[in-house]
C-alpha cells in the first residue's frame, strides 16, 4: 500500500497484483499514430493522385518507368494551373516512341523539366567494367510537405502489381527524399 501511495504522488500508474504475481498497470499507454502510412498497390494510387491533384506548388516524380494515365491526366492539370512539375526517369527503360516517350514529350511541351539518368556505373562500385546501374528510384514528392516512396514504377501495371510504398508528411522527410533521389542518379540528362 505504501508503494502504491508513493506512486500516486509522484504521478505514476498504479500497479496492480494478480494473483500469479504479475504485476500489471492499471493505465495502458496510448501509441500515438504513425506519421507514415504504409499502403498496398490500390492505396498508393488512390492516395498520390489525390494528392497530386491538390498540389499548388511543386510535383517532383522519380521512377524507372513512367506510363500510368491516371498520372499523366493529374501532372497535365497541374502545368496547365502553374505548379513546377520535375520528372526524372531511368534513360535505359524509356522506350522511344511507345507510350512514355509520348506522355513524357507532351509535358515537356508544357513546360515541366524532364531528366533521364542512369544508375552507379560497375566501376565506382565493383571496381570492375561493366554496364551503368539501372535508374531504379521510385519517389514522389508533393509541395515539398508529402512524399511517397516504394516499390510501385509510376505505370498503368503497378496497379495489378503486388506493391508496398509508404506516404509520410513533412518538410523534412520530402526534402530528404528529393535529395536522395538526386543523388541516386548518374549520367543525367535533360530529355
Known amino acids: 500500500q505504501q508503494r502504491q501511495q508513493q506512486q500516486q504522488r509522484q504521478g505514476q500508474p498504479q500497479q496492480q497484483q494478480t494473483t500469479l504475481g504479475v504485476v500489471l ?37 522519380a521512377s524507372m518507368l513512367y506510363d ?17 512539375v520535375e520528372i526524372l526517369v531511368d534513360r535505359a527503360s524509356l522506350q522511344q516512341g511507345g507510350w512514355a516517350d509520348k506522355r513524357l514529350g507532351k509535358l515537356k511541351k508544357l513546360g515541366a523539366k524532364v531528366f533521364l539518368a542512369s544508375g552507379k556505373p560497375y566501376r565506382e ?25 516504394g516499390s510501385p514504377n509510376h505505370t498503368n501495371n503497378s496497379l495489378v502489381n503486388g506493391e508496398v510504398a509508404w506516404k509520410a508528411r513533412g518538410e523534412v522527410v520530402a526534402a530528404q527524399t528529393y535529395d536522395k533521389a538526386w543523388a541516386e542518379a548518374r549520367d543525367v540528362g535533360a530529355y
Open 25 to 61: 498497470p492499471l493505465r495502458q499507454e496510448v501509441q500515438s499514430a504513425s506519421p507514415v502510412q504504409v499502403l498496398g498497390a490500390s492505396e498508393f494510387w488512390d492516395n498520390a493522385l489525390k494528392e497530386v491533384a491538390a498540389t499548388r506548388k511543386t510535383v517532383f516524380l
Open 68 to 84: 500510368n494515365s491516371r498520372l499523366q491526366t493529374q501532372l497535365v492539370a497541374a502545368r496547365n494551373r502553374g505548379v513546377e
Open 125 to 149: 562500385v565493383f571496381g570492375v567494367t561493366g554496364l551503368p546501374g539501372t535508374y531504379h528510384v521510385k519517389a514522389l514528392c508533393l509541395d515539398g510537405i508529402v512524399a511517397f516512396v
